[in-house]
């Protein structure tokens, strides 16, 4: 029962619920046929002692704290449903306030949905940009078809050079004493591709097979191995064999190997069609972004702190279950990244406000346009569930909840709404000078041959950097507790 609700501060209420009479006596007797085999009660065996028996040797509270365990969680649920209020965490600081044989009272406080103001949704203006093609774009295509094609012959009696690959031994040593993961046999290494530290391939090039050298080489100051980061080293290396890449001729008979087209003309502008789609379908996901980016800004909220905490921890979750699903532990990867789990929470937080806040908008926007789902939308939803898990769709529903599912469709047409009325405008150019400066960004940093890792940990590392801007990506509830048990 009910006693009291009352706001107490900004998104958090203290209520009070009891239990009395005939209820909280049914209460204990159902505590006591349920716990009573923990009681040693002398002359009876166990779990065999009376109520009045038990309660007397160890006092008349004895099934009182089992009873109010049993009953607080339906207590707690009847009573947020009455007062109307929608929890977002776990009632915290409980306190029973009376406890007698005649019931129990008590009082705990719940931090609730907060109250929000959308400024603006629909027509909501955000730039994207006018597609074309160039040239370079096309050509560049056509160049990876013939790479792709390339066919790899000996080099014989000349030096390497930039472009050729290098079929290479090499171990490496610190102040003479070779370190851990700096030795590899028969790598093949092509030349120019700055897969290892600087300095690395510039050495092996004009250097000719079956030769044996050394390469003197530095580490990154900011390398991911701690004791190798800034220290200069010696690389000895035995060259086995240079290979150059051999391009196939760019004609008519080409286009007809790889291709449905018969001549170079039609290829290339097929070519442009493709290259124009992934262009345009990039640009209007970066429209939608920026829009949804205003979407949030235009939300006015006191967003309590437990539910960007809880966000963090799904998003971690999720990230964690990918590492997982690629053979990586979380451990393993925080170790490569040199953090640990308290700065990549850190590093989460801005993108769990901002889905956060997203979350909020929309549900916002499902009251205001009264935006509903029928019956029929979520066993749809459910189907689809079932056939992307390969799992009977009764099991979909007894992991899934249908409110989950409701609340997930009306978040999703809400945000179709958002996006049908945004508007487009022209991208501005960006000014010479900010080009200049993006264009003149430090490379990235390269790779090692001491420490190369195996592709299933690098695409795991890829995976892990931070999340996408794009508030949108979050997973829906439902469709998350499939995918778990799917796993």
Known sequence: MLKSCEKIETNVYAVE??????????????????????????????????????????????????????EYPALYEEAVKEAGINPVAAPHD???????????????????????????????????????????????????????????????????????????DFEGFLDGVAFEGGKGEGYDL??????????????????????????DVTFPEDYGAE????????????????????????????????????????????????IKARKEAAADRDFENKVMDTLVDNVVAEIPAVMI??????????????????????????????????????????????QVKLRLALEKIVELEKIDISDEDIETELKTYADAYNMPIEKIKSLVSAEDVKADLACRKAMDLVKETAVAG???????????????????????????????????????EKPAKKPAAKKAPAKKKAEESAE
Not at 21 to 38: E, L, M
Not at 246 to 270: G, N
Not at 309 to 332: A, P, T, V
């Open 17 to 70: 619920v009891a239990l009395e009479g005939d209820a909280f006596k049914a209460a204990v007797t159902k505590a006591y046929t349920k716990t009573k085999g923990k009681y040693n009660v002398p002359g009876f065996r166990k779990g065999k002692a009376p109520k009045h028996i038990i309660e007397t040797y160890y006092g008349k509270e004895a099934f009182w704290y089992d009873a109010i365990d049993a």
């Open 94 to 168: 409980d306190e029973i306030v009376d406890m007698s044989e005649n019931g129990f009272t008590i009082k705990f406080k719940v931090t609730v949905k907060p109250e929000v103001e959308l400024k603006a949704y629909k027509g909501i203006k955000a730039e994207k940009e006018k597609v074309t093609v160039k040239k370079a774009e096309i050509k560049a295509e056509v160049d990876k078809a013939l790479e792709k094609d390339a066919k790899l012959v000996a080099v014989e009696g000349k030096a390497a050079k930039k472009g050729d690959i290098a079929t290479i």
């Open 190 to 215: 092509e030349l120019g591709s700055g897969n290892f530290i600087p300095g690395f391939e510039d050495q092996v090039i004009g250097h000719k097979a079956d030769e044996e050298f050394d390469i």
């Open 227 to 274: 004791e190798l980061a800034g220290k200069a080293v010696v690389f000895k290396i035995k060259l086995h064999k240079i290979m150059k890449k051999e391009l196939p001729k760019y004609d008519d008979e080409f286009v007809k190997d790889v291709s449905e087209f018969d001549t170079i003309a039609d290829y290339e502008k097929s070519l442009e069609e493709e």
């Open 309 to 354: 905490e809880k966000e963090i921890d799904n998003q971690i979750n999720e990230f964690d279950y990918r590492l997982r699903s690629q053979g990586m532990q979380m451990e393993m990867y925080l170790q490569y990244l040199g953090m640990d789990i308290a700065a990549l929470r850190d590093s989460y937080k801005d993108g769990a406000e901002k």
């Open 426 to 464: 022209a991208k501005k150019a960006p000014a010479k000078k900010k080009a200049e400066a993006e264009d003149a960004e430090a490379p990235a940093e390269k790779k090692a041959p001491a420490k190369k890792a195996p592709a299933k940990k690098k695409a795991a590392a890829d995976d892990a």
